[in-house]
């Protein structure tokens, strides 16, 4: 059984910063591609941003390069979300998800990741 857990959600401010976090417990793989997934009311999921499992890859949604920065600990099983200079569109709830692909790349899209986390509400107050 694989979990991820996602933490540091929370409300900000416009031009504020957040981390999030997500955890993996249970079976870990070697390596494995992680990615960041948003999606807001109404709306459909969308990528974020997404590392290569030897991190040499990144990818980042056109609306966060800039901004965002995804990272990882490999040693605490923990891929990071940082953002900066947050704006109300970014408001979302933002996901985790881990790709067992045996292929050196950042995912794109949704259905190439096996595993999910919940999730963690991040609001952005104008």
């Known amino acids: 059984q694989v979990q991820l857990v996602e933490s540091g959600g929370g409300l900000v401010q416009a031009g504020g910063s957040l981390r999030l976090s997500c955890t993996i417990f249970?079976?870990?793989?070697?390596?494995?591609?992680l990615g960041w997934f948003r999606q807001a009311p109404g709306s459909e999921r969308e990528i974020v941003a997404a590392i290569s499992k030897r991190d040499v890859n990144t990818y980042y949604a056109d609306s966060v390069k800039g901004r965002f920065t995804i990272s990882r600990d490999k040693d605490a099983n923990t891929v990071f979300l940082q953002m900066n200079s947050l704006n109300p569109e970014d408001t979302a709830v933002y996901s985790c998800a881990a790709s067992t692909s045996y292929q050196d790349y950042a995912p794109k899209r949704w259905y190439e990741y096996t595993y999910w986390g919940r999730g963690t509400q991040v609001t952005v107050s104008s």
């Open positions: 249970g079976r870990t793989f070697s390596e494995y591609a």
